[in-house]
């Protein structure tokens, strides 16, 4: 196989320009003639917008316009909504996101006004001289008291700030199923409240062209495509004509990127009005109080199981927050998402799941790397190892007992969906090897010589991924020779520019060197949606992978008529087409020059190679994986260190190795730090407590330990290149791997596992506690 083609460890080459400083992000771009933004926000939670006054404001030094939401109401403008997904519709309560806010504010941190000035330092030297008048609401953050019956209500049509039921399942047949099982496992979980924090906060350019009235938009994003839809559709409600969004590179997004937010609307509107570019870049202090924020659930689950450990059902009731506000499509990482994940790679005839949207008063919920697959897991193995200790059945054979089998796949879940591949015994047994699971007691014995308790915990996981049904692409080859892929998909650093080339380079058998990619254009890439849910290579790549065999028909019918025989004597491989049993070739390269060229063509013989081609998912995709962790704890202080991690994953077809282990160690660190740090909070009146990275803890490299990351592929038959999807599983299979290990030392020690994220030094030392009056005392006995 050629070095660059697919299955390949080729090195990215998005990393030459990251890593020496070229790389072109939203803020580096400049316009002529740009003045630039700044936004007042709101200080309080909750409460009526009696005024704002701009007066001052406006007459402040280089100030060239002041916006309120009044103003954004008086044009027309709408507010950002939630957005269904085809076949999955939840009818939610309406709560329209404005650009600035109107007549209410519901967080803190929602944009009241925005001052566009000549500097970034005058516009916000402008904002302290604004008036603004708010009559406090009683506000709330926590979900079980926003479910109390004096809570604040948020918006009327959400009594009791309940803002979506759904349920999956037949209530009744769960409880006769409970009913008569031999035991029941029952667990209260808690999934935190996260900030995404990607490497390069929002930012924008917006500008307007009077006499074509067309938008430009340049901004970080996930799918330029997506973009123009939401602003066009739903905010400007104007043709998609008249709106060009560009996204160059983009320093991460987790999903925090998807949509437009409410400075994206205000930006566009003062564009139109000032006739000049406007520009702004968050602050990571405005990043943390007005992205998307992520999971924060509290989750009642229960597992059934018959004499011999066999599951018989298994049930959720989520309360899921959803912040002042919908996101675009907020709710589906805690409904959608979680109940196809139950009940993963077990074969469990019943599932169940309700959950309940609860509106807050805090940033909107979003979708985040894992965006509810992360739940569903956790959901499933922390009941699964409580379990396992609950009835003394080995936790590894207890999974085992369980384990959907090879020969019953394809298999129909409760949930519906339908499992097309898959070995997930074989995956269990490869980590058991990897990770030397039958050598741990001496390891153990060697924590104990020093003073440390050492638990170890897994993880088996599967996701639903890839669902959004389609996505086109264009291969076009240009003059000087070289081929060209355009998409819709957005790359954040997953390396598309290296892997596209590799599929394209594979089904073709043309040089790796030859292939560019072209994507974050949206007057210029082919229909599609978005980098979202680990659909990228499976949705782009796939329909990349068709584009090509286009091609090679195309190119087939063409190269008989300039080789002078018929199309049934020519055959194609390594990249030229050649006649059957002779020596007579043309090159792909070469072909599609000399098509584009030709002085005339026989009738039906394309007027060029360049080609489309799409690719429509059947359903969704099931990348699985088994993580297992080992860590030492300090009985004297709480302090959790991860000692060993090993991953093993199946993605299918794995397109580049390298790339693929980046996103599983990615996923993992993220993992990691919301497992033992990571918490977004509120207190009781909705103030924000860990606005700044000196509150909100994020992992770093000390923390995060050596992951040795493996590979056990089952491709997917759904996709012509068999993958299933990579990006989320690190995330996915860490949460339950890292706090089922911090329970075991737990349950060694004699002290309640019902532990919650963030296990934090001080939480573990106090669980320790109840343990035993001293643990080390336990050590040495």
Not at 658 to 666: C, D, E, L, N, P
Not at 774 to 780: D, E, G, H, S, Y
Request: aromatic share 6%.
């Amino acid at each position: 196989m050629d070095k660059f083609g697919v299955s390949q460890p080729v090195r990215r080459r998005e990393d030459i320009r990251f890593i020496t400083g070229r790389g072109r992000y939203s803020d580096d771009i400049d316009v002529p003639g740009q003045v630039y933004a700044a936004f007042l926000r709101s200080d309080h939670a909750h409460g009526e917008l009696r005024s704002v006054e701009t007066t001052r404001a406006a007459a402040a030094p280089g100030v060239l316009g002041v916006f309120t939401g009044e103003d954004l109401r008086a044009a027309g403008v709408g507010g950002i909504p939630y957005l269904h997904l085809p076949g999955f519709n939840l009818f939610p309560t309406e709560t329209p996101r404005p650009g600035l806010a109107q007549d209410r504010v519901r967080y803190v941190g929602e944009p009241i006004a925005m001052v566009v000035a000549a500097t970034t330092a005058q516009a916000q030297d402008a904002l302290a001289e604004i008036a603004v008048e708010i009559e406090p609401l009683p506000a709330v953050a926590e979900i079980e008291r926003a479910m109390e019956p004096d809570a604040p209500i948020l918006w009327e049509k959400a009594p009791g700030n309940i803002s979506l039921v759904w349920q999956s399942g037949d209530p009744a047949e769960l409880d006769q199923a409970f009913a008569s099982a031999a035991h029941v496992t029952k667990l209260k979980l808690f999934n935190t409240r996260v900030v995404p924090n990607p490497i390069e906060p929002r930012a924008c350019i917006a500008s307007y062209d009077a006499r074509k009235d067309r938008y430009q938009f340049i901004t970080t994003s996930q799918g330029v495509r997506y973009m123009v839809r939401v602003l066009c559709d739903h905010v400007l409600k104007i043709p998609y004509d008249n709106m060009h969004v560009l996204t160059y590179d983009v320093g991460g997004a987790f999903g925090v990127k998807e949509q437009p937010y409410p400075e994206d609307v205000a930006i566009l509107h003062a564009a139109r009005v000032l006739k000049r570019p406007v520009k702004w870049c968050a602050t990571r202090n405005e990043n943390i109080l007005s992205d998307n924020h992520a999971r924060d659930a509290v989750i009642e689950c229960a597992l059934a199981l018959d004499t011999e450990g066999k599951f018989l059902a298994i049930r959720a009731t989520i309360l899921s927050a959803m912040g002042a506000y919908f996101a675009c499509h907020g709710p589906h990482a805690s409904v959608r998402n979680t109940t196809f994940g139950l009940p993963a790679v077990y074969r469990t005839p019943l599932s169940h799941v309700l959950v309940k949207g609860v509106m807050t008063n805090t940033a909107p919920i979003g979708p985040y790397r894992g965006a509810g697959r992360e739940q569903a897991a956790y959901i499933v193995e922390r009941l699964v190892d409580e379990a396992a200790r609950q009835t003394g059945i080995d936790r590894i054979d207890l999974r085992r007992r369980n384990f959907i089998p090879t020969s019953a796949i394809p298999y129909r879940t409760p949930s519906g969906r339908l499992y097309d591949s898959g070995d997930f015994e074989a995956v269990l047994d490869h980590a058991l090897k990897a990770s030397d699971w039958n050598g741990y007691p001496v390891r153990a014995a060697a924590s104990k010589a020093k003073g440390l308790l050492r638990g170890r915990g897994l993880s088996i996981f599967l996701e639903c991924v890839g669902a959004s049904p389609y996505e086109a692409s264009d291969i076009r080859f240009t003059d000087d020779g070289r081929v060209l892929l355009v998409v819709a998909t957005q790359s954040q650093g997953q390396g598309h520019e290296t892997s596209f080339p590799q599929v394209v380079a594979d089904r073709l058998g043309i040089a790796y060197d030859l292939i560019e990619v072209a994507q974050g254009d949206s007057d210029d890439v082919p229909e599609g949606f978005a980098t979202v849910g680990s659909r990228s290579m499976i949705m782009a790549g796939s329909a990349l992978a068709n584009t090509c065999n286009i091609i090679i028909e195309k190119g087939r019918h063409s190269a008989a008529h300039l080789l002078e025989t018929a199309e049934a004597d020519i055959e194609y491989a390594q990249g030229e087409f050649r006649v059957v049993g002779t020596d007579r070739a043309i090159g792909l390269i070469d072909l599609a020059r000399r098509v584009k060229t030709l002085p005339s063509r026989p009738e039906g013989m394309a007027e060029s190679l360049d080609s489309t081609g799409d690719y429509t998912a059947p359903d969704m995709h099931f990348p699985n994986g088994c993580h297992v962790c080992e860590i030492e704890i300090d009985p004297a202080t709480g302090t959790v260190k991860i000692d060993r991690y090993v991953a093993v994953d199946d993605v299918g077809t794995v397109i580049n190795p390298m790339i693929v282990h980046g996103q599983v160690h990615g996923g993992i660190a993220q993992g990691v730090g919301q497992a033992l740090m990571e918490h977004c909070r509120y207190d009781e009146d909705a103030q924000m407590l860990t606005g700044t990275f000196m509150d909100y803890a994020m992992p770093r490299a000390v923390d995060v330990p050596r992951i040795d990351a493996e590979f056990h592929p089952v491709p997917s038959p759904k996709n012509p290149l068999g993958v299933k999807g990579a990006g989320e599983c690190g995330v996915t299979g860490s949460l339950a791997a890292v706090m089922n290990a911090i329970a075991d030392v737990l349950a060694q020690v004699g002290a309640p596992t019902e532990i919650d994220m963030p296990a934090t030094t001080e939480k573990v030392w106090r669980a320790l506690q109840q343990g035993c009056a001293n643990p080390a005392t336990k050590l040495r006995d």
